[in-house]
């Protein structure tokens, strides 16, 4: 694989509001490929970075699904094919007996869904990661608001893109290796 010498810009700034204005305008100009990180939520931040909806609560759903039709048809199995028995003249396949446990094994499956499928598509986990290069970039979870313009993007180019994000007037900018 070939990558780029560098890995993209990283600009720091010193509050929530001057990152969601400085996303919005680096969407604006073009950019697609980039990130922001905070060390808290910032309302609008991934609007204005082009976030999609995710996948999740599809995956979820079809968990919870499999898990209830999972369950409900093990009952099943056991009670009218594998191990038949009458009890009280109910017939084998009483379902409304079935709806206790084929609930639980929906939410076990959903909640197995959601977990593991956060993880692979959050590319979790992932001891390593370019950003970590920086040494200003463990401020993120504390006190300090970075942009990331990656190099992967189309419309990078390291000299217009630095011009561009000290244009926006960050606290300092960082060339991010591979």
């Not at 509050?15 to 939520?41: I, W």
């Not at 084998?92 to 956060?118: C, Q």
């Amino acid at each position: 694989m070939n990558f780029p010498p560098i890995y993209g810009l990283l600009a720091e700034f010193d509050t929530s509001a001057s990152l969601l204005k400085a996303a919005r305008q680096a969407r604006a100009e073009g950019y697609r490929t980039m990130d922001a990180f905070s060390p808290m939520p910032v309302e609008g931040l991934s609007e204005a970075l082009g976030f999609r909806h995710t996948r999740l609560p599809w995956i979820v759903l079809a968990g919870g699904l499999f898990g209830a039709a999972g369950g409900f048809f093990l009952q099943w199995y056991l009670s009218v094919i594998g191990y038949p028995l009458n009890v009280g003249g109910r017939p084998y396949n009483s379902w409304p007996a079935f709806i206790v446990v084929s609930f639980e094994l929906a939410i076990l499956a959903a909640a197995f869904a959601a977990v593991l499928s956060m993880l692979a598509c959050n590319g979790l986990p992932q001891p390593y990661h370019p950003l970590f290069n920086v040494p200003r970039f463990e401020s993120a979870s504390r006190d300090r608001f970075f942009l990331c313009i990656e190099a992967a993007d189309p419309s990078f180019d390291p000299d217009k893109t630095r011009r561009f994000l000290e244009s926006l007037k960050p606290h300092e900018i960082f060339e991010v290796p591979h």
